[in-house]
């Protein structure tokens, strides 16, 4: 040991003779193909196998005892541990230990550089297959053990894991190359990494950043200190902020796992130390401080007065520090976190609101955090805790709480996976009493703060106890049903009262062979099924909270077999419920009605049941993918491919696989009936889960064997009365089946067309829209909740729910094309179970579209489905408001065209129980008879005929009922039948003394003389101008035109109707400047210029001092003055000009008679008298008019 600092040794195994060793050391290059058995980590040197396995190469032979001994002791004990125990320790095995004691795992490094690793390698623990995940090795240890804190089991560090070598350019696909990780691994691969010394339990070196075009070559000091297989600390110059290491970490750590030979190896600084004299020592610490005397001289000459002061504190202290010692047995064994970070990365995100990825960001931190449980690494309960407090002191939570809104959608998914990690960290199987202990204090610390989220809004307190039911609970009071306030964190909080200690339950998740015995006591017969299978008689949720506990901390066969036994316990529940049935079904099926619910439903739980066993059995299931790591957030997901892996747990001659058990217990959670939670939130979520199950389910390549599993448990829930949610009768609030339904349906359809038209046709139902409420059955079997449905639920995903039904039928429609009968039983589904108009006219149009390609020809039975639909939405919709109206109406006649001339026929004859009288006239009628129609259907004489005559049948009806609207439609669609006209006009005639409208009038009288029928038109505008009243200030009216039009045609009539008209103008108008512009038209031109048959011209100019425009001209003079008064009342200096204007306009209408000079001066001279207080006025009148 004397020569020990001064020769250079590098960090590979001394030469060992023959005698002493079995085998020679590996080649350095020995690298293995990726994923083979016996990989490891990063290649040779790094970490070693502990024995022989199928496929390793030959020359490799099992390693010595020396470094057997030393990587279990560098992996468990504390080097100060070492120290202690053993007196001298010889510098060979300080060598060794020193050796193994640097991480061997690059997976660990990856955890700790990027986001989530995943290796498809999961199947292994099912299968026996290699690739298996470091933390599925070794058993469940016994109740009450405990894994060192933030260790991963002895397996984890050895090579069970794929290599992540240069083959890890797979590891971000294309997006990851930003992450820490991957750049670590081009720094590496481009000889990034200089000057690598290790010294004791420190690492050093030197890492260059390549320039770039922006920037010049950058090189970092990179410092690593590790114990027990775990980085305890890191520092680098670029001064990374980050909860990651930064690349330069990730570069010099992969350096010394995978070129181990290259690295220089020092024992602890202490050791060198102790083998020098004065003299060196001396020298030493002189060129020490030459070296660096800037930086430590003020140091240096502290401690040295320190040291040479008898009663410095330094002094008292036997011994002094090494920080390249390695750590001491107080020490807590965890890998180096940066907790500042973890809690500002946190608190920015929050910040955020959601927004810039925000939220993805932090589920990338929930999903590093199952994976450090998966990896036992103590951090992940660390985190989890950094990352609540961070939320729980969101100032949102306040602010939500004072306005008493509701938090986010995104917002509160974030804060469901909060909740049921936590559950998982108090179900951890192998954390220590007080650990857990701990960690239920601060959890309901959290929960008891006025600002924690409930589990579900304002209704939380109405879900069952996450212990309810439990065989080791059996002392709960009624009270524990219920709570009055439940948490995010109180199904972790009451899981306080499980354990793993039951025996029953142990035997279940530690053998694959464990049955019933062949003599059962009476306390054992309800543990297991008839064919000896160990059942789990746990409430659903709590049990699959277990299973999720033991896969999220590595146990992935426990978490198996455990599955397992709650599938078979669900069986055994699923058939007795269908005996249950079986003697109330005749009583159920008279009544129609049911109580009988289950107020917890499975789907949309906090816990996700089903969610957990389903996954728990298709990672069994996935096919091997060595070559393929994935950072989860950085690279798109792939589509999982599943085999079939028999149940290791199953009957000696069952064929069950665990895809098939994934289909069917999947089935058995969507199909079980449950009520409506209450809450938008739970609503909400219950429809999420339930789609999230099904797009997990149409990842499965449906073969025969899943085929027949379908369809069994297809049957079996068709079967299952109030029990199953596509029972015979259910309860009226129960959660619909749609979304469920069409899944089952499309899947079933081209192996059993019977079966899946009877499941769907039995989905369509939504009973909370149909049944009345009423009290029924009240008996009920164990386990499930009788409610009496006394109100009307207030059920916020109705839309959603009722938009799902429609995508069923929609579904059905399309695979009924083409079959009468089925269409037909569609089709009275549809009407009997839909309540919606727009979705009723969504399906029509759909069913339109298919039933009329653009490429083949029209399907005429789904075309007739697609008109009785229509029609349905006309009766639905007549006496209702629907801003869509128009848009139904006029596809409804465009579907009957298609259909044929008998349909249109039809709806022109039974109008009125379809259409309004507008809508009958503007677009059926005048549509059915339009020019396209008719070569549309290349209609001949006999059939346009017929289509006329009911469409002028139509018109007179609808004139009759609503004259007002439908008048005019009717003279149009008349025009062609003199006696259908006449009646049309005559009954305008009749309705106009009663409520019809001067414009409606006008509108008719002008459509009157288009048509050639002038004093017909003369008439109508007689009428309107009779219903008509103009102010003094309209002067932009909208009637202004028809008055004008009106006073035109009965001036071109002749005199006598100018003379007609003239007294109802004079009454019906009091604007001056409209009565002026009448007179002046009617001076310009002589009247009776019409051309009307019989009557003559005078060819004269009227005179206004005669009849009958002298009545005009007087009403004229009478509004100018009366205008005048009204507006000098109130006017202001801005609108003078206007006024000087208005009375140049009066004036030419004063000079009309022989006398008006004189009238319009008397005028002027009274307005002057009058307001001779507006004296800027009356100048400027003055100064115009004299």
Known sequence: MAEGGEREELLSPPPVSPAKRLCSWPSPQAHHPRGSPGTVSGGAGGVGGSCLTPGARPHLQPESLLDCAAKTVAEKWAYERVEERFERIPEPVQRRIVYWSFPRNEREICMYSSFQYRASSSAGAAGGAPGTSPAEEGPLPPPGAAAPAGSAPGGVAVGASPGLGAGASAAGGGGGDGLPFRRGIHLLDSGSVENVLQVGFHLSGTVTEPATASEPAMTYKVAISFDRCKITSVTCGCGNKDIFYCAHVVALSLYRIRKPEQVKLRLPISETLFQMNRDQLQKFIQYLITAHHTEVLPTAQKLADEILSSNSEINQVHGAPDPTAGASIDDENCWHLDEEQVKEQVKLFLSQGGYYGSGKQLNSMFAKVREMLRMRDSNGARMLTLITEQFMADPRLTLWRQQGT??????RQLWDELGALWVCIILNPHCKLEEKSCWLLQLQKWSDLDVCPLEDGNYGHELPNITNALPQSANHSPDSLSRPRRTVFTRAIEGRELHWQDSHLQRIISSDIYTAPACQRESERLLFNSQGQPLWLEHVPTACARVDALRSHGYPKEALRLTVAIINTLRLQQQRQLEIYKHQKKELLQRGTTTITNLEGWVGHPLDPIGCLFLTLTDACRLNDDGYLEVSDMSESRTPVYQHVPVAAGCPNSSESYLSLALEVALMGMGQQRVMPEGLYAQDKVCHNEEQLLSRLQEL?????????????????????????????IHRESVPMHTFAKYLFSALLPHDPDLSYKLALRAMRLPVLENSASAGDTSHPHHMV????????????????ESQQCELASTMLTAAKGDTLRLRTILEAIQKHIHSSSLIFKLAQDAFKIATPTDSSTDSTLLNVALELGLQVMRMTLSTLNWRRREMVRWLVTCAT???????????QSW????????????????????????????????REELASCARTLALQCAMKDPQSCALSALTLCEKDHIAFEAAYQITIDAAAGGMTHSQLFTIARYMELRGYPLRAFKLASLAMSHLNLAYNQDTHPAINDVLWACA???????????ALIPLVVKSVHCATVLSDILRRCTVTAPGLAGIPGR????????????????????????????????????SPRHYGEFIEFLSKARETFLLPQDGHLQFAQFIDNLKQIYKGKKKLMLLVRERFG
């Open 786 to 801: 009788s409610v009496v449905p006394s109100r009307y639920p207030r059920w916020f995903t109705l839309g959603h729910l």
């Open 1049 to 1059: 045609l009965s001036h071109s009539l002749g005199k006598n109707e100018l003379a």
């Open 1096 to 1131: 003559r011209s005078s060819g004269k100019l009227m005179s206004t001092d005669k009849a009958p425009l002298r009545q005009l001209l007087d009403a004229t003079i009478n509004a100018y003055i009366n205008t005048t008064h009204s507006r000098l009342t109130h006017i």
């Open 406 to 411: 509701s938090m986010t959608d995104k917002c």
């Open 898 to 908: 298609e259909v044929g001339v008998r349909a249109l026929v039809s709806i022109l």
């Open 912 to 943: 009125y129980t379809l259409f309004t009288p507008t809508e009958a006239t503007s677009i059926v009628a005048a549509t059915a008879v339009s020019h396209t129609t008719i070569l549309r259907l290349s209609l001949d004489y006999p059939q």
């Open 701 to 729: 390549q449906l073969d025969d064997e899943l085929v027949q599993t379908l369809r069994k448990q297809c049957i079996l829930l068709l079967e299952g009365g109030p029990f199953s949610g596509l029972g015979e009768v």
